[in-house]
C-alpha cells in the first residue's frame, strides 16, 4: 500500500507538471492576442503555488484518512484539507476543503458556532460546509 505522504508527494508533482504543460499551452495564444511583454495573469504562479504545497498532518480515524496541508496558495496562508479513500494499492481524493475564513478553523465564533462551516473549521472548496452537502 502506498503510503499516505507518499501519494500526496506525487499528487503534488503530477499537478505541478499538468500546470507546467498549460503554460507551455497558454504561451501561443498569449503571442497572438497580446502585445509583446504584458500578461493579463501569470499561468505561472499556478505552477509556483502548485510545488510550495506541503504536507502538515495525516489525520486517521476509523473510517477516514484526511491530510491537512499548507494549501497551494499565498505561501501556506490557506490550509486545505483532503479527504482520502483507499483505492486499490494507493489512495485517491474525495473531498477538497479549505480553512474557514471566517473563523480560521476553530468553528467558533466568539460563543456561537461558526455559521460558515457549522463548526467544523473546514469549507468544501465549492463553498458548501460537509454537513451542507450531506443534507443534499
Ligand atoms: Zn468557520
Not at 503530477?14 to 504584458?38: D, H, L, M, N, Q
Amino acid at each position: 500500500m502506498q503510503s499516505v505522504e507518499d501519494f500526496m508527494k506525487e499528487f503534488v508533482r503530477s499537478r505541478t507538471e499538468s500546470y507546467r504543460e498549460w503554460c507551455k499551452a497558454y504561451e501561443p495564444y498569449i503571442e497572438r492576442f497580446y502585445v509583446a511583454g504584458y500578461r493579463p495573469f501569470n499561468p505561472r504562479i499556478s505552477v509556483i503555488s502548485s510545488e510550495s504545497e506541503r504536507v502538515l498532518e495525516v489525520v486517521r480515524t476509523k473510517d477516514e484518512v484526511y491530510v491537512v496541508t499548507s494549501g497551494p496558495l499565498s505561501g501556506g496562508q490557506h490550509h486545505h484539507r483532503y479527504g482520502l479513500v483507499a483505492s486499490g494499492d494507493s489512495w485517491q481524493i474525495a473531498s477538497v476543503e479549505v480553512r474557514c475564513a471566517v473563523c480560521s478553523g476553530p468553528g467558533m465564533r466568539k460563543v456561537h458556532q461558526c455559521k460558515p462551516c457549522n463548526g467544523s473549521g473546514w469549507v468544501y472548496l465549492s463553498g458548501q460546509s460537509r454537513e451542507e452537502e450531506a443534507n443534499q
